[in-house]
């Protein structure tokens, strides 16, 4: 069965730092990885994913994610935060061989960056 | 861009009333999904559907029914509100095809409040 961990509930960060959101998986075969982003009342907007090929991956707001696939993670990154980025951040897993394309997320993380 | 349209941001209801939450998308996604999130719980499938007509039980199907009688629409029925069920509800659409990601696109989200 498929899963997806976010072992922190939240992290805190000031702002300018680097952040990393953690996020490791299960999953049979290779796996997409999504990271999705959530703000206050509204919906999940899509921040990047991982297919194949380059381990780095970059997406939207200057983030990006490294795929690990010995210790099966996929942190989140950004090498300066802003207040702005604070909100709520999911990771999702899908494996490739499943029959219907379900995503498994976790639970969140929630990012804080203070001023 | 993809939308996905809710139709209800915010609702108020009393135990045992009935609750039809609608979702439009425009993209001619053949797969929507209904989510619910909650804190500490992140994003748990309720339903799905692949074609019209067609649906598919999710992880916490109880207490709620779809219906999806056009490709762009899919809806979420609560027959009986009852208390748990006070949530924020998620609507997503995906491509469905060989070699897709299976990445969602999501509405707004409806806040549902059971007294």
């Known amino acids: 069965a498929q899963s997806v961990a976010q072992p922190e509930d939240q992290v805190n960060v000031a702002e300018g730092n680097p952040l990393t959101v953690k996020c490791t998986y299960s999953v049979s075969g290779n796996p997409y990885l999504f990271w999705y982003v959530q703000y206050p009342n509204r919906g999940l907007q899509f921040l990047l994913k991982y297919i194949t090929g380059d381990n780095l991956v970059k997406g939207s707001y200057g983030f990006e994610a490294e795929f690990n696939k010995s210790q099966t993670s996929f942190h989140l990154k950004k090498p300066s935060a802003l207040v702005s980025d604070s909100a709520l951040y999911f990771c999702?897993?899908?494996?490739?061989?499943?029959?219907?394309?379900?995503?498994?997320f976790g639970t969140g993380t929630r990012l804080l960056v203070s001023p | 861009d993809v939308k996905v349209t809710q139709s209800s941001r915010y609702l108020v209801k009393r135990t045992g009333e009935k609750v039809f939450l609608e979702c439009v998308q425009d993209m001619d996604h053949e797969n929507m999904f209904w989510y619910r999130q909650d804190p500490g719980l992140g994003l748990r499938l309720i339903y799905f559907s692949y074609d019209v007509k067609m649906k598919e039980k999710g992880d916490i199907p109880e207490g709620y029914s779809v219906s999806r009688e056009k490709k762009e629409r899919f809806s979420l029925i609560l027959e009986s509100t009852s208390t748990n069920q006070t949530s924020m509800y998620l609507c997503?659409?995906?491509?469905?095809?060989?070699?897709?990601?299976?990445?969602?696109?999501f509405g707004e989200g409806s806040r549902l409040t059971v007294l």
């Open positions: 997503a659409s995906s491509f469905l095809g060989s070699g897709d990601t299976g990445e969602l696109f």
């Open positions: 999702a897993v899908r494996g490739r061989n499943t029959g219907f394309q379900k995503l498994v």
